[in-house]
């Protein structure tokens, strides 16, 4: 819908140990789709290059997105991570954009 | 869902000539929309860069979308945007991905 908030995080991971990530986040709590605004949530990879991972979660507008990053849910999600799976993953970048158009 | 093929143009072009390419954005034929396997197409502003504008579209294979790139539909549809307009936009980037988990 026009006006969606969405947050695009550009990962670095070993090609090797994706998946893991997708184990991971198929694990994940789920909390994120109880917040308020919530849309969705996508791990894409690049056919290219196999170790570009996108994560892209779409929201009702930014204040929606802000509120769970700032969350206790966000924290804890992201504190259940294996830490050698985390480790393994970089950020490269992180994008935030708002449909104009469709 | 899954398995879903997804194209990103990363276009560049100047902030004051977004307001056209969101018009002519809306008065595309439309044509895509009946390809076999589309999903669906947006237009994505960054927040903190109004010339950096994303075309996401959504497919429901590869194939779909290779099609779609090679019919007469996608050249008319690009023949029909304003040649002033189609000078100020830069392709940068285009990316090829697919869904992985969700």
Chains 1, 2 share one sequence.
Not at 8 to 18: F, H
Not at 66 to 95: G, N
Request: with cysteine; net charge negative; proline share 3%.
């Amino acid at each position: 819908m026009t006006g969606t908030y969405v947050s695009i995080s550009r990962l670095r991971i070993a090609p090797d140990r994706v998946a893991a990530l997708i184990e991971a986040f198929g694990n994940r709590s789920g909390d994120v789709e109880h917040h308020d605004g919530f849309i969705d949530l996508q791990v894409l990879q690049s056919d290219r290059d196999p170790g570009d991972v996108l994560m892209i979660s779409r929201w009702r507008d930014r204040d929606c997105f802000t509120a769970y990053m700032k969350s206790e849910d966000h924290r804890r999600s992201h504190a259940r991570i294996d830490p050698e799976l985390r480790k393994a993953i970089k950020l490269q970048a992180l994008e935030h954009l708002h449909v104009v158009a469709e």
